[in-house]
């Protein structure tokens, strides 16, 4: 079993930043993969980012490329999603979640475990 509660989001203007965060418990942190994903309203649950085990491979959606950035510190059984530029199509409940394989993946079916979601509204 895996516990995960992700922290961190609000309400910020556009162009602005924010760093969501996700704490694990349970089985051993550093033995899987961690993603994040977000729905917007009305709209599918999507891809947002995923890291590795160690870290060493880090994966983005398009869509965030050049202004989210992953991370993880298994020291603090920790994953981060920092945010910058945001936008007000980058409202959306924001999901962490935690694939038992390794190496992570963009499809929300690969992954076991699910937090409850933080929302992040973004004001024009």
């Known amino acids: 079993q895996v516990q995960l509660i992700e922290s961190g989001g609000g309400l910020v203007q556009a162009g602005g930043s924010l760093r969501l965060s996700c704490a694990a418990s349970?089985?051993?942190?550093?033995?899987?993969?961690m993603g994040w994903f977000r729905q917007a309203p009305g709209k599918e649950r999507e891809f947002v980012a995923a890291?590795?085990?160690?870290?060493?491979?880090?994966y983005y959606a398009d869509s965030v490329k050049g202004r989210f950035t992953i991370s993880r510190d298994n020291a603090k059984n920790t994953v981060y999603l920092q945010i910058n530029s945001l936008k007000p199509e980058d409202t959306a409940v924001y999901y962490c979640?935690?694939?038992?394989?390794?190496?992570?993946?963009?499809?929300?079916?690969?992954?076991?475990?699910w937090g409850q979601g933080t929302q992040v509204t973004v004001s024009s």
């Open positions: 979640a935690a694939d038992l394989n390794a190496y992570g993946s963009m499809y929300y079916r690969d992954y076991d475990y």
């Open positions: 890291i590795s085990w160690s870290g060493g491979n880090t």
């Open positions: 349970g089985r051993t942190f550093s033995s899987y993969a």
